[in-house]
């Protein structure tokens, strides 16, 4: 049946107790619907033999109320004369443990029999499995009674009569509708018969399906509570009876247990063949990744790993890219996970259902995504019917003319055409959790944020009443489904870019994924399939080895794909790129000289076709003439004088054309260029890759950024993605639209194409678009001085502060700089200036430039702005052609490196590989100028290949890391025997103060302080007499131990911590506030503090510890020589823990202040340390108020001895 509303339809009647009057063989056989015919033969309304074995079972539902009618048959006319009723049978006793208050009902009679069958002559009762009584069937006729045996399943919902419902035809019964119009009631109620579900403990909890734990279509499930008549509604359940499911056991209720029926039907064969039809065209459809490369055979398969979230309580609105855990290169290997994993849950997890996949530019969501996809079109991802994959491009529909029945089958993405919708829509309905909706596309958490913002309540009432409706927009229906609106039990699998706040997503999210990078072994696997042809991968490849730089910026996957578009053309490069804004040109170089030849080459064509015509036309006519054969030698050698003077003019005239051409098309490309420039960087201050509706932009624009592959061309109907990169192979399969010819007819079918409304222009690559705007910011004569001043990054004030937060400005801030100090010769391409102009223009960008960055104070940015700068800087540092370099880029490296502090801290900065070559460049140059340095890398995140190289400089002082990874590093260089780089790296870590706000900083301590211990990295390896006989220096300089994890993650750890404490000889400060180590905790403590000898201060405030743990301490602390600061503060220590403390504290001689406030030591716990405190001299403060102690017993306390203080 369809799902109905809860209120509007509440039947306004409860059904007559007596309805023989009504319900009569004439009224019957008008009423039943025709098409019964041979219904009350169907099996399922004959189980006699069935019933019979089943007394112990318990009635599915409360029948209605019992009616007997009785009658003598006339003998000549065959008519009833009279009728009179049977007394009714009581009804069925429900369990001693219902909870679900029920109707009162009616007395009835004590002896009335039971039957086990449901019995109906023109009534519908519930009798016994035992003989009438005499006096019960002294009237009866002798007749038999057509009696309609129900089986169990089987049972009786009543709904209105109302052009509001609509009874949907079950899957496996007969339309079994009985209209019955009851008297004196408003409204006429529907009488059918649909199959039980399974007895339920709580009416609210919906029927289980028997393999998985789905809820049940619609069409098998019962009606919504609240839908049906208040006599109908008691029938449908039993309210002592609970689902049944494969982990549940059934009802005890009786002794026998009820029998499962299914409770999930099999799907429709028109939705199963709909579902093979969307995997076949899904897996058709995602093959393609870029121009000439596929998902089967180009894809290297990258893991995404597991993410946390710091969640630190207010703070929780911070930037995620500030609150996301930043995990080591070592973890982030252990906590990797498949594809086959992702929607797996974790054991003893809940099922994950909003899931979140994290990624920074060209990382590669989308092909993740196209993955996924893939693999459930292959049957891998069995869990779901079906997949939706809903794009951000869909929200430029701003027409309210849409449902989600369309939205799913008709926008989504790789959705095939459905001949029957409203089954396959019933279908999705019926079981959500095998629907998973993919959202695509958004390229900040921001947009989510908006999406997830309360919608009007009329909006949402309107989305729950009728879904179908064509009266929604777009961002309505993403809102309603992120919102959980519509279809509320579907997986969500967002996919996003870390910059923004998302403090309403994280609160819904229970899964967090970030996509990994390359890591070396993949980058040889794409470059071994993307280079198909052996010479030219081989030569490729040599080139690659030789650019170490290119190595860390194939990292990311996209921009692997323009190192691999330039080492095609490696042979004629005399460099390869060094730096990224080189790349980002050398890309859009070969782009565009691409463009050229093939626009020239086409422009060509004709020409060569027709004097190829003219000459055979001539060879014709000479041949066909017989009279004069005779000359035929002498008029060959003259034709063949005149073709040749001809051709030489030709050649001569052409060279000409050729050379007014070239100048032509390059100034033709220059205003085309300069045009995307101007677009991309309106693009990027809208935070969009989308080129708006409302721009107006030429079609000869449009058609170069097509061909260049600049431009996408996405049509929102037939969701087709048009690149005119892709020309070549579009026109060998037929599926490009803008035709085979590249002459100005086919320039000119080129520009009508794409001129529907549902089509949208967007940028490629996000890489290329910030390039294009950086061309724009710096070589753009309409930005002024001032505004590109006011573009340049580390703004400070109110205007730096509110800049927008997206990757691509960041690029094109770093592509602007690095433009200004490029090759000149190279950037004649994107100007028409004057050779003079354009020297002026671009020298005074950077004289701002270098005034901007060197009137930065470097001891006043923060880690992420020093890191920043140290890109700038090298983007701008770039070696040139020529293999000089600019002295104006020299002076920024050398300015940088002079002012950088000296303790240079990045921790907390998410480092990518390319990035240690940005700040090893800087660091280089300071070496030169005889400056040291002090690194911190905590919390980066920077690779073990990059923490190798960094530490490899000779003007590092000393570094911290993250310690698994520095033990990591460790490792590889005792294998690899570089014993003089491994007695640096060692002695030259510090983890000196540590500050555990992390489960795995304990775990990766305890590792470094065993190898402290035992000498040795590990137990397979040989014993380094020379580095670590001594142990690890960063061990024995350890000094403080802070544990913030907190009073949830803080007890995970104590085990570790009570097992390293030891190790820690050297130990001055332990602070293990707000940890809830409690009374068992304390007694750890107590025997690990007898190792501490040199422990000084100790924090044990809010630690649940009590008399007992108090006691246990008492017995150490006395013992401990250098302690001279002990906080107890906010714990649950009383009169008799005092007392302990009181005994122990004239022996703690070097103890100065002890902090007791907030316990529950009364008056006779305080004058206890009172008068144990005049026996200490040493002590200066002792705090130890608390709302049990009386204000004047404390008052006089303090009055006795004024070292007792409040706070």
Partial sequence: MQEMEQDPFLCPFDLADDLSEILTDDFLGRLVDPNLEGFFDDPLFNCEEELSTCTDLPMMTEPFPDIQQQGEEDKTTGKTKSRSKRPRAPRIQQCPDQDTPSRPKRQRAAAQPKTKVVQAELSITQATGSEPSSAETAGLSTTPPRILHLHPSIQFITIPDTPSCQVVRSLRLSPSVITLPITNTAATPTYIFVPAGSPQFKPQVPPLSPTNGEV????????????????????????????????????????????????????????????????????????????????????????????????????????????????????????????????????????????????????????LIRRLCLDWSTDCIPQFDFVFLLDSKALSLTDATFSLQTLLLNISSFAPTCKDPNAVYAQILAAPKRVLVIFDGFCELRDYEILLQTQEKDLVTSLQKDSKAQTFTVKQLYSAILQRVLLPGCTLLLSTRTRGTASQLLRRTDSLLEVCGFTPTDVQIYLSQYFTDPDLRVSALDCFKNCSYLHLLCWNPGLCRLVCLVLEQCKSLEVLPRTLTELCHQVLRMKVEKDSKDTNSQAETPSEISEKSVEETQTKSSSSSQMKRRNKNTHTRRTRGSKKQKKEKDDKDGEEMKSNGWEAVKTQERELLAQLSSLAWEGIKGNSSIVPKGRTISAKLKAFGQRTGLLLSYNLGTRQVVSSCESEDRRKTGTRETGEKRGSKGRTETENADASDDQILMWANPFLQSYLAGVHLSLSRTITDRAFLQTLPFQSGQKGRRRPQREELD??????????????????????????????????????????????SHDDLSPAQVLEACRYVYEASSSHGDGSRDSGSQRLVAHLAENLPEVLTFHGVPFKPSDVFAVQNVLDQGGDDGRRFCLNLEDSGIQISGLRALLGLNNINTYRACIADVITLWEQLEQNGEEALLQVTVSKFKVHPLKATQVCHIEHLAKLVNIHVHKRLSDSSSQCDSILAEGVPAVKELHKLELALGPEKGPLVLPKLWELLPGLHNLQHLDLENSTIGDKGAEELANTLVSLGSLEILNLSQNCIGDQGVRKLATVL??????????????VICDEGAETLAAVLPHMASLTDLDVKYNKLTSVGAQSLGASLRNCRKIKTLRMWNQCIPYGVFERLQQQDNRIQWQ
């Fill in 216 to 367: 049940a279509p619609v069409q098998m499930s019962s009606s919504p509570r609240g839908s049906l008549s208040d006599t109908a509604s008691k029938s449908l359940t039993h309210p002592c009876a609970s689902p049944l499911s494969p982990g549940n056991e059934p009802s005890t209720c009786k002794e026998s247990p009820l029998p499962q029926c299914p409770t999930v039907l099999d799907i429709p064969q028109d939705v199963k063949d709909y579902i093979q039809e969307a995997k076949a065209h899904m897996s058709q459809a995602c093959q393609v990744m870029e121009a000439g490369l596929s998902l089967t055979s180009h894809y290297v398969d990258v893991p995404v790993s597991q993410r946390d979230i710091l969640r630190s309580g207010k703070n929780i609105n911070k930037a995620l890219d500030k609150e996301i855990v930043i995990m080591g290169d070592t973890d982030r290997q252990k906590s990797l996970l498949g594809r086959s994993q992702v929607f797996e849950r974790s054991n003893g997890d809940k099922p994950k259902r909003y899931i979140l996949l994290l990624g920074n530019a060209g990382m590669g969501k989308t092909t």
């Fill in 811 to 856: 690029l094109t801030q770093r592509f602007a700089v690095g433009l200004l100090f490029y090759n000149r010769r190279e950037l004649q391409r994107f100007h028409s200036y004057t050779e003079t102009t354009f020297r002026d223009m671009v020298a005074s960008k950077q004289a701002l430039v270098t005034t901007h960055l060197e009137g930065l």
């Fill in 1118 to 1131: 006395r013992d401990l020589p250098k302690l001279h600061c002990l906080s107890l503060y906010s714990n």
